[in-house]
């Protein structure tokens, strides 16, 4: 199998689980426990446990690939995580003009993701469970406050959330450890039951999950097509940029003048 040995779908979903359950568990139980309310230190704590636990996800991918790799060597880790140049499904040749799937791609992800629909979708998930409207909302915008003026150690907390967001957390384990060994079970269709079980991770903020689901098939699609994750991970990491500025026009005051 040019694929290499694929997952059981209860493997899958165990992986799945492991990533996605202490995530809820840290929003809603143990953040309110530490600072209740929905303040700007409250906002700080959640965002803090949840890096925590995008943390964890990267401790869990090492944990599976030291079980399933001889060697740590860059051209095994490389091959196993699909981390080489983009390879044409129809020549079997990488080359990085490929690369211009990510035009598309992103433009999809950006009608999703940031517009008005997002929101759309978001509110979808309201109809069958509208208790969830209860939960407090997980928005970075909270800590747009005078306060975190002059805090630059959030500017550090926000590289390593990007860090572990985008590149060793979500992305190793969704994309990396997950999405090349998901074919035995989903077929053609393991992209699409990639960007489910992404979007269902999200349980922490379920009202983004549908359009996460959706947004999520522009990363899924391209790096499944062109066995090449780097789609995913630069298209994800497209969230870091706003993420670091956002943190900066915080604590140099820039957001307040």
């Known amino acids: 199998d040019p694929f290499g040995e694929q997952y059981s779908l209860g493997k899958i979903l165990a992986i799945w689980a492991l990533a996605a359950i202490p995530m809820p568990v840290l929003a809603f139980v143990v953040a309110p426990s530490i600072w209740p309310g929905e303040s700007w230190q409250a906002g700080v704590t959640v965002w803090a446990l949840l890096i925590g636990g995008m943390i ?64 759309f979708l978001g509110e979808l998930v309201l ?58 079970v989903f077929g053609r269709w393991d992209w699409v039951a990639n960007a489910v079980l992404f979007g269902l991770y999200h349980l922490h903020r379920p009202t983004g999950i ?28 497209f969230e870091g940029i706003f993420v670091i500025v956002g943190a900066f026009a915080v604590v140099s005051g820039m957001a307040f003048r």
């Open 56 to 119: 964890w996800q990267f401790v869990l991918s090492l944990i599976i690939l030291a079980c399933e790799l001889e060697n740590w060597r860059w051209p095994s880790l490389k091959e196993r995580l699909w981390l080489a140049p983009p390879m044409d499904p129809g020549t079997g040749q990488r080359s990085y003009s490929l690369f211009w799937w990510l035009i598309p791609a992103f433009i999809f992800y950006a009608i999703v993701e940031q517009t008005p629909l997002a929101s």
């Open 127 to 184: 109809i069958p469970f509208p208790s969830l409207d209860n939960l407090s909302r997980l928005d970075l915008q909270i800590l747009i406050v005078p306060e975190l003026e002059g805090a630059w150690w959030l500017m550090g907390r926000a590289v390593v959330a990007c860090i572990f967001n985008y590149l060793l957390g979500e992305e190793l384990l969704f994309r990396g450890v997950l999405l090349p060994r998901m074919r035995g």
């Open 210 to 237: 549908i359009s996460t689901v959706v947004g999520g098939l522009a990363w899924s699609l391209p790096s499944r097509r062109f066995r090449c994750n780097w789609f995913a991970v630069i298209l994800h990491g």
